[in-house]
C-alpha cells in the first residue's frame, strides 16, 4: 500500500513539474491568441467601415486638365457618386475618359474618406493637317483633337505623303516637338516629303528652313536658334541647320 501511495505523489510531482515548466508556454499561447483575434477584429472592422457610406464618393478632383473641362468630366463621373472608394466602377470611369480625343492617359485615386481623384495627362497639339476641306488640329501620335472648316491660329501646317501613320508625319512631327518655345510660334509650315527631307517655312517673311532628317533634332533646334537671334528672318532666305555643326545661310 505504501509503494502504491509513494508511485501516486511520484506521478503527482511529476505533473505539477510538467505544469510549471509549460506555464510560460501556455501563457505566450494565450498572448498570441489574443494578439490575432484583436488584428482581425481591427481587420474586420476596417473592411467594414470602407464598404460603409462613410467612405462612399461624395467629392470627384480632376487635376491635369488645362484643355479639357474638369467640369464635364466631374459630370460624366456623376455615376460613382455615393459608391464606396473600394467599390468605384472602373470600366464606367474608362468608358467615359475614353471619350475625350485631348485625354492620352489617366490615373485614379481613391482619397479616404470621400474623395476620388482623376489625374489625367492631355494630349499635346503640335500642327495642322488638311485634306483640303478642314483643318484638323492633331498630337504627334497623329490622333485628331479638334477639327475647323477655317485654320486655326497659332499651329503649323504639316505636309506629308501618306497619312498620319506615315513615316513623313513622324519625322515633321518629331522636328515640331523639338523646336523652342520662342521659334515654334514663327512656323507657318513643315514639309516632309521623306524622313530624311524635312522643311520649315516660316511665318511672315517666307524664309525656309532645311532642316534635313529628325536625327539630331535638339542640335538643330539650337543651332537654329541661334541663327534667327543673330540673323533676323527679314534678312534671310534659307537657313540650312540639316548639318547643325556647320550651319549656312543665304541672305536675301
Do not use: H
Not at 100 to 119: A, D, G, K, N
Not at 129 to 134: F, H, L, V
Not at 144 to 151: G, K, M, T
Not at 188 to 210: H, Q
Amino acid at each position: 500500500m505504501s509503494v502504491w501511495r509513494a508511485a501516486r505523489a511520484r506521478r503527482r510531482r511529476e505533473r505539477e513539474e510538467v505544469r510549471r515548466f509549460t506555464a510560460g508556454s501556455r501563457r505566450r499561447r494565450v498572448v498570441w491568441t489574443a494578439s490575432v483575434g484583436g488584428v482581425l477584429a481591427l481587420a474586420a472592422a476596417c473592411v467594414g467601415a470602407a464598404y460603409t457610406p462613410l467612405m462612399a464618393v461624395r467629392e470627384i478632383q480632376v487635376e491635369g486638365a488645362r484643355l479639357v473641362s474638369s467640369d464635364l468630366i466631374v459630370r460624366d463621373l456623376e455615376g460613382q457618386q455615393g459608391t464606396p472608394l473600394p467599390l468605384v466602377d472602373q470600366s464606367a470611369i474608362k468608358a467615359a475618359l475614353v471619350a475625350y480625343p485631348l485625354i492620352q492617359s489617366y490615373s485614379v485615386e481613391s482619397r479616404p474618406p470621400s474623395t476620388l481623384v482623376i489625374r489625367i495627362v492631355e494630349r499635346q497639339p503640335v500642327g495642322l493637317i488638311t485634306d483640303g476641306e478642314s483643318f484638323d488640329l492633331v498630337d504627334t501620335a497623329g490622333v485628331v483633337l479638334s477639327s475647323s472648316p477655317d485654320r486655326p491660329e497659332g499651329y503649323p501646317l504639316i505636309v506629308f505623303d501618306g497619312d498620319p501613320d506615315s513615316s513623313g508625319f513622324a519625322a515633321a512631327a518629331a522636328v515640331l516637338r523639338s523646336l523652342p518655345a520662342d521659334v515654334l510660334p514663327t512656323v507657318d509650315e513643315v514639309t516632309a516629303t521623306t524622313v530624311d527631307d524635312v522643311t520649315l517655312t516660316l511665318a511672315g517673311n517666307g524664309a525656309v528652313v532645311t532642316w534635313g532628317s529628325a536625327e539630331d533634332s535638339a542640335a538643330k533646334a539650337i543651332a537654329l536658334q541661334t541663327l534667327m537671334a543673330r540673323y533676323p528672318a527679314e534678312s534671310v532666305a534659307r537657313y540650312d541647320v540639316s548639318s547643325p555643326d556647320s550651319v549656312v545661310i543665304d541672305p536675301r
